[in-house]
C-alpha cells in the first residue's frame, strides 16, 4: 500500500491511532466492542483521524455509516478516509459515498439471505447446523455437522430428565445442581474452547430456563432439531425463539441420551 506524502505526514502530525480488529463481528452493526471503544475515545478528544481500507470496513449499514462520515465525524473534526474507496472527508468529492454504502450494505443483505439459505437445506438433511452444540454433545471429530455424546456430562443431562419425572420442577432441579457445584452449560462449553465465559450474570449458576431448554430439545432422543430461532433481519441481530412446529427436526440423526419415550413423557 502506497500513501500520498501529504497523508503520511497527517498521519504522523496526529500520531498513529491502533485499534484491535472485531473479529467475529458482522459489519452490519455497530455494537462491536473495539468500534464502541474508538467512538469513546474519539468522544474524549484522543483521536482526529480514522483510516479504514474501504467503506465497508466501516460498516455496512448505509445509514448508520453515512451518519458517522457526514456527521459524527464532522461534529468532533475527525478526518476520515477510505483508501480503497478514495474517501477523503477533507475534500469535497465524496458524492460516491453514498451510493457505496448502499451497495456494501446490498452485499451483506445477499450474503446473508445465502447463509440462512444453506442452514436451511443442511437442517433438512438432518445436518448440525449451529455453532454450538447443546449440552451433553460435542461435534463430530470428523464431521462438524454430526453430533457425538459428550461423555463429561452427558450424565448430567440424563439426570435432569430423571428428576424432572420424579416430580422435581426445573427450579428445583436447578437448584440441586448449583447446590452440587455442577458446572453450568455456559462454564463447561467456553472451557471446552479455551476462553473465558462473556456472560457475566449469573455465569456460575444454574437456572430453570437452562433447564427446561434441555427437556424440551428432541437432540436429547436423537433427533436433529435446527431453525429454533430466528434473526430479526440482517440488520437486528436479535433472536427470536420460533413455535414448536416451525422447528425442523430429522429423527434419528445421532445417539440419543434419553429414550424417545422419556423424552415426550418430560
Not at 456494501?104 to 444453506?118: G, L
Not at 443442511?122 to 455437522?145: E, I, T
Not at 420442577?169 to 462449553?189: C, G, K, L, Q, S
Request: with cysteine; charged share 25%.
Amino acid at each position: 500500500m502506497t500513501a500520498a506524502p501529504a497523508l503520511i505526514k497527517a498521519i504522523f502530525s496526529v500520531g498513529v491511532y491502533f485499534t484491535p480488529a472485531d473479529d467475529g463481528w458482522t459489519g452490519t452493526t455497530y455494537n462491536r466492542p473495539e468500534f464502541i471503544r474508538m467512538i469513546e475515545d474519539i468522544k474524549l478528544g484522543n483521536i482526529n483521524m480514522v483510516i479504514t481500507k474501504d467503506l465497508s470496513r466501516l460498516g455496512r449499514n448505509y445509514i448508520e455509516t453515512g451518519q458517522y462520515t457526514d456527521f459524527f465525524f464532522p461534529d468532533h473534526d475527525v478526518r476520515y478516509i477510505a483508501l480503497n474507496d478514495s474517501i477523503d472527508t477533507i475534500k469535497d468529492d465524496n458524492d460516491i459515498a453514498p451510493f457505496k454504502n448502499i451497495l456494501n450494505e446490498m452485499y451483506a443483505k445477499d450474503i446473508s439471505r445465502k447463509v440462512r439459505s444453506t442452514k436451511k437445506i443442511m437442517a433438512k438433511q438432518g445436518k448440525f447446523a449451529n455453532s454450538r452444540p447443546p449440552y451433553g454433545y460435542l461435534k463430530s471429530a470428523g464431521d462438524k455437522h454430526i453430533l457425538v455424546v459428550d461423555e463429561n456430562v452427558s450424565h448430567n443431562a440424563q439426570r435432569v430428565f430423571e428428576l424432572y419425572l420424579s416430580g422435581k420442577t426445573a427450579r428445583a432441579i436447578a437448584d440441586v445442581f448449583n447446590h452440587e457445584n455442577i458446572i453450568t452449560p455456559n462454564n463447561y462449553y467456553y472451557s471446552t474452547i479455551g476462553k473465558p465465559n462473556p456472560y457475566l450474570n449469573n455465569k456460575n449458576k444454574w437456572g430453570s430456563a437452562t433447564i427446561m431448554n434441555i427437556i424440551r430439545n428432541p437432540t436429547y432422543y436423537g433427533a436433529m432439531a435446527n431453525c429454533k430461532r430466528q434473526i430479526k433481519s440482517f440488520k437486528n441481530k436479535r433472536m427470536d425463539r420460533k413455535p414448536f412446529d416451525e422447528w425442523i427436526i430429522v429423527e434419528d440423526t445421532h445417539e440419543p441420551i434419553v429414550s424417545k419415550e422419556t423424552w415426550l413423557e418430560a
